[in-house]
T-cell receptor
Framework: DAGVIQSPRHEVTEMGQEVTLRCKPI?????LFWYRQTMMRGLELLIY????????DSGMPEDRFSAKMPNASFSTLKIQPSEPRDSAVYFC????????????FGQGTRLTVV | GNSVTQMEGPVTLSEEAFLTINCTYT??????LFWYVQYPGEGLQLLLK?????DKGSNKGFEATYRKETTSFHLEKGSVQVSDSAVYFC???????????FGKGNQVVVIP
């Protein structure tokens, strides 16, 4: 398996624009997580899904953030409108109930909002 | 709820020195415990894990033992290399829920 695949790797956008981050989890995994990492706040869990259903979105900072998982092999995190304080590295991770919760992370998307 | 506490601050040490990073946890039931490592510019990757009390996880010369009596999972390596410079995260999950609770991470810098 190629691991968790995120795209794009880097995104630079202007304030007010819509940004969509994409994630392909490892095949067969039933959990998918979206994290945000910044120097100031460290690693934050934004939302996670189990069997494509959102379980906990309490980490989503504002209504400007939304996430979907239309099927087991694809998820998106959307920010609309984007703001400079959204600049961060966004990670997607997936895991399987059968593997003691061991999570596999993607390489991340570095988002810069100017 | 579940939580993980790591020692404060970065760790700077010389090559071949002994490394210890402390990790303690609070959890209901019997969690699985993990150490993740993040090299510069990369995502987190699993370093080692332990799923029950007294288990020892090991990988790449790193070790950690699941201590239920002290609710700890300290990471150790006997002789670090420059290539071990990274950020190390302690984490746990509870049975029936794959949600990971992470510590804040420790930056480790190994100087030649």
């Amino acid at each position: 398996d190629a691991g968790v695949i995120q795209s794009p790797r880097h995104e630079v956008t202007e304030m007010g624009q819509e940004v969509t981050l994409r994630c392909k989890p490892i095949s067969g995994h039933d959990y998918l997580f979206w994290y945000r990492q910044t120097m100031m706040r460290g690693l934050e869990l934004l939302i996670y899904f189990n069997n494509n259903v959102p379980i906990d979105d309490s980490g989503m900072p504002e209504d400007r953030f939304s996430a979907k998982m239309p099927n087991a092999s694809f998820s998106t995190l959307k920010i609309q409108p984007s703001e400079p304080r959204d600049s961060a590295v966004y990670f997607c991770a997936s895991s399987s109930t059968a593997r003691d919760g061991e999570a596999f992370f993607g390489q991340g998307t570095r988002l810069t909002v100017v | 709820g579940n939580s993980v506490t790591q020692m404060e601050g970065p760790v700077t040490l010389s090559e071949e020195a002994f490394l210890t990073i402390n990790c303690t946890y609070t959890a209901t039931g019997y969690p699985s415990l993990f150490w993740y490592v993040q090299y510069p510019g990369e995502g987190l990757q699993l370093l080692l894990k332990a799923t029950k009390a007294d288990d020892k996880g090991s990988n790449k010369g790193f070790e950690a033992t699941y201590r239920k009596e002290t609710t700890s999972f300290h990471l150790e390596k006997g002789s670090v290399q420059v290539s071990d410079s990274a950020v190390y995260f302690c984490a746990l999950t509870s049975h029936g829920n794959n949600r990971l609770a992470f510590g804040k991470g420790n930056q480790v810098v190994v100087i030649p």
